[in-house]
Nanobody, 125 residues
Framework: QVQLVESGGGLVQAGGSLRLSCVAS????????????MAWYRQAPGKQRELVAGITSGGSTNYADSVKGRFTISRDNAKKMVYLQMNSLKPEDTAVYYC???????????????WGQGTQVTVSS
């Protein structure tokens, strides 16, 4: 009933920047009632998926130690979007990046967790 769609991935040289975007939409227009935490995760080949950054509806953020000072997460509640600005990229940032969100749909008493399909980020040395 809810889709998360990421965009903005690609190939960049080390030291470069990329901005990822993710929009939450309902299969039926207006079905999304509220969105709590939105986050970005990443998964490199042969590794477990890991949290990169998260942001609450009120704007509180948290980051993985490996990206602090380089990545910035933000969101636009009205547009139901979350962004990840990635600066000073390193080859070890290469991974598939996934958008994740806790979404409550109309007439539902609780939040459900959703994942996007992922977008590839490749950083060349």
């Amino acid at each position: 009933q809810v889709q998360l769609v990421e965009s903005g991935g690609g190939l960049v040289q080390a030291g470069g920047s990329l901005r990822l975007s993710c929009v939450a939409s309902g299969i039926t227009s207006g079905i999304i009632s509220s969105i709590n935490v939105m986050a970005w995760y990443r998964q490199a080949p042969g590794k477990q998926r890991e949290l990169v950054a998260g942001i609450t509806s009120g704007g509180s953020t948290n980051y993985a130690d490996s990206v602090k000072g380089r990545f910035t997460i933000s969101r636009d509640n009205a547009k139901k979007m979350v962004y990840l600005q990635m600066n000073s990229l390193k080859p070890e940032d290469t991974a598939v990046y996934y958008c994740n969100a806790d979404v409550r749909i109309m007439l539902s008493p609780s939040f459900a967790n959703y994942w996007g399909q992922g977008t590839q980020v490749t950083v060349s040395s």
